[in-house]
């Protein structure tokens, strides 16, 4: 098509655009979009339709409510890949942080399951102490009134 100074022409994608725009499916198509796998030349191709000031969403509006909706999902796609690219290294950095977090709460867990029996152990050899100190002092208490009862058949 011919460009607004005449000199030269232009890629007009209008035509191929409403063609499209009004195939049964676009919509869900649209909404099924692979957004986390736009390759990086049409991420490039879309920035400069971002750049442009007649791609404003309601510069585009003006001439057509579904170029407008178009627009709109188009910058949404591109906002999402600068997104997506933030937030990357965040996303492996918080799995490598689970990952730790969940091997060393294992580990935890084992420490406390060895705690949990040295402490019933420990409580065990107390039980066991306080028995045997208890039939100590019974034994003791013997011992002391049969030297009491053997001291008077002396006398």
Request: aromatic share 8%.
């Amino acid at each position: 098509v011919p460009s607004a100074d005449r000199r030269s022409k232009v890629d007009d994608y209008w035509e191929p655009a409403k063609k499209m725009m009004n195939e049964p499916k676009f919509l869900q198509s649209l909404v099924d979009y692979d957004k986390d796998n736009v390759p990086p030349a049409v991420i490039e191709r879309i920035r400069s339709y971002v750049a442009n000031p007649d791609f404003e969403p309601e510069v585009v509006k003006k001439s057509s409510t579904a170029a407008f909706g178009l627009c709109c999902w188009v910058r949404a796609m591109e906002i999402y890949d600068r997104v997506a690219k933030l937030v990357a290294p965040k996303k492996v950095a918080l799995k490598q942080a689970e990952d730790e977090f969940g091997r060393v709460n294992e580990l935890l867990q084992q420490k406390k399951a060895a705690l949990d029996e040295v402490e019933s152990r420990i409580q065990s050899l107390q039980n066991q102490f306080q028995a045997t100190n208890d039939r100590k002092e019974d034994l003791q208490r013997q011992v002391d009134e049969c030297t009491k009862k053997l001291d008077r058949a002396r006398r």
